[in-house]
T-cell receptor
């Protein structure tokens, strides 16, 4: 089973709202990732968690706050976003060592 | 020079033909290479991974890697309209766990 799940599938939020994106995997992977993808562009790495600890932050603005409560779950907390943050947010996971990454279906976010 | 480069296309091939997708990378230390397929509005789906020089075949798909030339390709034999998608080449950089993606090649297979 190579399934990564994400909720919600779609999210519309105002610039003053606080919301969270959730990601879950049950493959025993110990590395989890958040990516942002704009239309007609490749995914851009935002954060990497390894063994539930943040290992890479690609200079992401503080209005995005990741959290890894346990080895199966990854959250992305959103606060005071801007319209340009509207995008497809992808979660991925991999075995420790970061070889093959498997992507979830994504959350399509619209910031008004 | 971009780290991973692909022809953006669009690449258009007739049904039944061979589609050839190409990718070059700049970091000679790269060791792991991946092809993802992404349908419009969907997330990337892994098609192939390749780590050693040469060819790797999986059904209608063949990945080819030439580390000396820093070149990786994907061949799709007997192309079907359902293969129409954006194909992303991804290279694992020596820094831990980071995949660098090319811009993607849009493939259209017409009946």
């Amino acid at each position: 089973d190579t399934e990564v799940t994400q909720t919600p599938k779609h999210l519309v939020m105002g610039m003053t709202n606080k919301k969270s994106l959730k990601c879950e995997q049950h493959m025993g992977h110990r590395a989890m990732y958040w990516y942002k993808q704009k239309a007609k562009k490749p995914p851009e790495l935002m954060f990497v968690y390894s063994y539930e600890k943040l290992s890479i932050n690609e200079s992401v603005p503080s209005r995005f706050s990741p959290e890894c409560p346990n080895s199966s779950l990854l959250n992305l907390h959103l606060h005071a976003l801007q319209p340009e943050d509207s995008a497809l947010y992808l979660c991925a996971s991999s075995q420790q060592g970061g070889e093959t990454q498997y992507f979830g279906p994504g959350t399509r976010l619209l910031v008004l | 020079q971009k780290e991973v480069e692909q022809n953006s296309g669009p690449l258009s091939v007739p049904e039944g033909a061979i589609a050839s997708l190409n990718c070059t990378y700049s970091d000679r230390g790269s060791q792991s290479f991946f092809w993802y397929r992404q349908y419009s509005g969907k997330s990337p789906e892994l098609i192939m991974s390749i780590y050693s020089n040469g060819d790797k075949e999986d059904g209608r798909f063949t990945a080819q890697l030439n580390k000396a030339s820093q070149y990786v390709s994907l061949l799709i034999r007997d192309s079907q309209p359902s293969d129409s998608a954006t194909y992303l080449c991804a290279v694992k950089t020596p820094s831990y766990g980071k995949l660098t993606f090319g811009q993607g090649t849009i493939l259209t297979v017409h009946p």
